[in-house]
């Protein structure tokens, strides 16, 4: 083999190739593990043939380099002719999370800081676990058809998350800290303030010796985590079949932190949800010695805060889903 010709036809191939793809295929025929070049090299038997092979193998590859930044750097002339780097570029939209879910998971978060577990339950429910379980008299209104939808006789749309709180304690023993969040449903007129569906969070705490202390005490903690340092929250007597006392609360105003303005009607105050103390007679349905176990519960809706926290009029916007307001969030 004369190693010096081999050496000059690798090179002139070198010289010769217009691309990379090219340029990678000489390497392989002239420098490749099956190139002459490479077999000669494994099958020396002498020191000064070794030598020389080694020589020529260096100056092939130091030649093949040059060659690769050459073909990089015309690529990048090339492309630099191509391409006006002064033109306006297009904008790549990221997706993003549905305002109610950002509140939503921002809720779970607070309850998770708590300790609480976040439980999920069903959105069809039985009438059993939607009102009778929770002591709603057979009279009450919200039970008729014209208020809530039902399947069929014993099964509906659950009309409001207290749900969860006997399908939690159907199957567990106390203490139990659970918070569930989710879609309820009335047969509501479309309004601002109405949607026939929409969310609530509610949550349930049931161990030996709570108090409504212990409820005032977790809804500041929340609002004030929720709404910003400073919040105040507001108890008022208000009465529902499955707690005992029922409370009403309302949370200093976000808008103008309790100074009074359109918004709270210039009561300082805003409207959030109800709550209570875990009636014994829930209890006894559930099997919970009511002497040994206390519990409070609360919900409100999370439609509304959303709305509140965005400036949005009318949360019927929130099922629309025109991006032109989604995009804004
Ligand atoms: N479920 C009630 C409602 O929808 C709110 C509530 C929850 C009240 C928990 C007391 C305890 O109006």
């Known amino acids: 083999m004369n190693w010096e010709e081999y050496a000059s036809n690798a090179l002139k191939s070198f010289a010769e190739v217009t691309t990379a793809g090219e340029l990678a295929e000489a390497h392989t025929a002239w420098l490749g593990r099956k190139s002459e070049l490479k077999v000669g090299l494994r099958n020396v038997r002498d020191r000064e043939t070794g030598m020389a092979l080694n020589a020529v193998r260096e100056r092939l590859e130091e030649a093949f380099a040059a060659r690769e930044a050459e073909l990089e750097r015309g690529a990048l002339v090339q492309l630099d002719q191509q391409l006006d780097v002064t033109l306006p570029g297009t904008r790549l939209r990221r997706g993003r999370l549905h305002p109610l879910t950002q509140i939503r998971r921002e809720v779970e978060d607070i309850f998770l800081g708590l300790g609480y577990e976040i439980v999920d339950t069903r959105e069809v429910e039985t009438v059993w676990h939607n009102f009778d379980a929770l002591s709603q008299p057979l009279t009450h209104p919200s039970r008729s058809h014209r208020d809530t939808f039902y399947i069929n006789d014993d099964t509906l749309l659950r009309t409001h998350t207290s749900t969860g709180q006997i399908r939690v304690m159907e199957e567990r023993q106390p203490p139990i800290y659970i918070a569930t969040l989710g879609r309820t449903y009335r047969r509501d007129t479309p309004s601002p303030k109405n949607t026939p569906s929409f969310h ?33 929250v507001r108890m008022r007597t208000s ?91």
């Open 200 to 232: 609530q969070v509610e949550a349930l705490a049931v161990d030996r010796g709570i108090t409504l202390a212990d409820l005032k005490g977790t809804l500041m903690h929340f609002f004030r985590a929720m709404f910003g340092e400073g919040r105040d």
């Open 239 to 329: 009465f529902f079949p499955f707690t005992e006392p029922s409370v009403e609360f309302d949370v200093t105003c976000f808008l103008c932190a309790g100074e009074g303005c359109p918004f709270c009607k210039y009561t300082g105050w805003f409207e959030m949800g109800g709550a209570g103390a875990v009636d014994p007679a829930v209890f006894e349905k559930m099997g919970y010695d009511p002497e040994e176990w206390s519990g409070f519960a609360w919900g409100l809706g999370l439609d509304r805060i959303a709305a509140q926290r965005h400036g949005i009029p009318d949360i019927r916007m929130f099922w629309e889903n025109d991006l032109r307001v989604l995009r804004q969030f």
